[in-house]
């Protein structure tokens, strides 16, 4: 085929395109995950029986705000990543400096408990399972968002799959603090974070496969 | 470049809009850009570069959602040509260590225009008799796209959704093709 013809032929497929495209797919996208990794807490893990009291009291926002902050870098990170030509230096800048701060406090934490303590906190209720859960919860929430990827144009696959995973990560652990009742700077630090790292690494390994175009 | 950003861009926000015409001069001018740009990095002679000036063109048609208006069109668009460039050399270096017969390769290899591409036509042939019918009736006949849709028994909307869902899959195979 010729390239003019082929270009005819774009012409005639020509119609308007939306602004802002790319971020209203991957948002719906990770609306749909959500709902299913919600569908998940309830029905598999169920909630925490003191939500309520939890609801009222300061650390689940915090650790909500923590792991959705983190899940928010992710989203833009992967929106930048989506499009070719883009940096996405800035929504790396901001997971950074959220994972610092989180970081830094739980350090400050940890270090003012006795050796006892600190073992306690670093252990919770539910050490040997939340990494774990909070990978198995990100992974619908990655599947539909390499899925979105990979009808943008993302120029970098690994680096797009690694924010596709740190974003499936961050929006599931937030949702998982309606089931797990950990209540700790340090405990968060860890296995939160290990949980969302891991989710990043999954999609980093799945993006340098699945985000070719 | 400051003059070819003026005027591609412009050209680009008119077919973001859905004007055909402007976007249709946009990609004309691009395939002249990226002829020269993959002619330079590539030995390989015409043929390749053509099937990559092709392969661009189409990734730059299907994926414009991508393209933010407040970007550089000439930053966006050469993204999208060195991704392409990139990924034709990782394919190739697949293609190299397949066992491969090159006499056989060079004789079958038919003789070709200087801005024919093979893989697309290639491409095109293995799509379902329906929408080849469809395309080569757009393209060869030189119908309007109610025109070819109404050939084959389509409305006009209908023949919309399937010439974008054929320009989809020939993407896809064009890359298929060169594994």
Redesign the interface.
């Known amino acids: ?19 802002a ?2 971020a209203r797919r991957l948002a719906l996208g990770a609306a749909a995950g959500s709902v299913v990794v919600l569908v998940l807490v309830l029905t598999w893990l169920g909630l925490r029986p003191d939500l309520a009291a939890a609801l009222a009291g300061g650390f689940f926002w915090i650790k909500a705000a923590y792991t959705a902050a983190l899940g928010a870098a992710g989203f833009w990170a992967v929106e930048r990543l ?5 940096s996405p230096l800035s929504a790396a800048g901001l997971g950074g400096a959220v994972l610092a701060l989180f970081v830094v406090v739980a350090l400050v934490q940890g270090l003012g408990m006795n050796g006892s303590a600190r073992l306690i906190a670093v252990r919770g209720v539910s050490w040997t399972v939340c990494t774990r859960t909070i990978v198995i919860l990100a992974a619908p929430i990655l599947a539909i968002t390499l899925a979105v990827l990979r ?3 993302p ?1 970098r696959p690994t680096a797009a799959g690694f924010a596709a995973g740190a974003f499936s990560g961050g929006l599931a652990a937030t949702l998982y603090g309606l089931h797990c009742p950990e209540a700790t700077f340090v405990f968060v630090a860890l296995w939160y974070t290990l949980g969302i790292a891991v989710s990043g690494g999954v999609g980093a390994v799945l993006g340098r496969w699945v985000l ?2 | 470049m400051d003059e070819l950003e003026s005027t591609l861009k412009p050209l680009m926000l008119d ?7 402007a ?2 001069r946009l ?2 001018l691009l ?1 002249e850009r990226l002829r020269a740009y993959f002619g330079r990095k590539l030995s390989a002679g015409p043929a390749d570069v ?1 099937d990559l ?2 392969e661009t ?3 730059v ?1 299907l ?7 407040a ?2 069109f000439t ?2 668009a ?3 040509a ?2 392409k460039l990139i ?1 034709h050399w990782r394919r190739r270096k697949i293609r190299v260590a397949a066992p491969l017969d090159d006499v056989v390769e060079f004789l079958a290899a038919p003789a070709i ?1 200087a ?3 093979l893989d ?2 290639r491409a ?1 042939s293995t799509l379902p008799a329906r929408q080849r019918a469809l ?1 080569e009736d ?3 006949q ?1 119908l ?2 109610s025109e070819a849709g109404r050939r084959g028994g389509l409305s006009e909307g209908a023949a ?1 959704v399937a ?2 869902r054929a ?1 989809k899959l020939l ?1 896809e195979r064009m ?1 298929d093709a060169d594994r």
């Open positions: 085929m010729r390239t003019d013809e082929l270009i005819d032929l774009l012409g005639a497929d020509t119609g308007p395109v939306g602004k495209e790319p989506g499009r070719p030509g883009v009808q943008l144009a120029t070719r175009w | 077919g973001l809009d859905g004007d055909a015409q976007h249709a990609l004309k395939s053509e000036v092709q063109l189409l990734a048609h994926r414009r959602a991508t393209y933010d208006r970007q550089p930053a966006w050469y993204a999208i060195r991704y990924d225009d801005d024919a591409g697309l036509t095109l395309v757009v393209k060869v030189g309007s796209l919309k010439l974008h320009l993407a890359r």
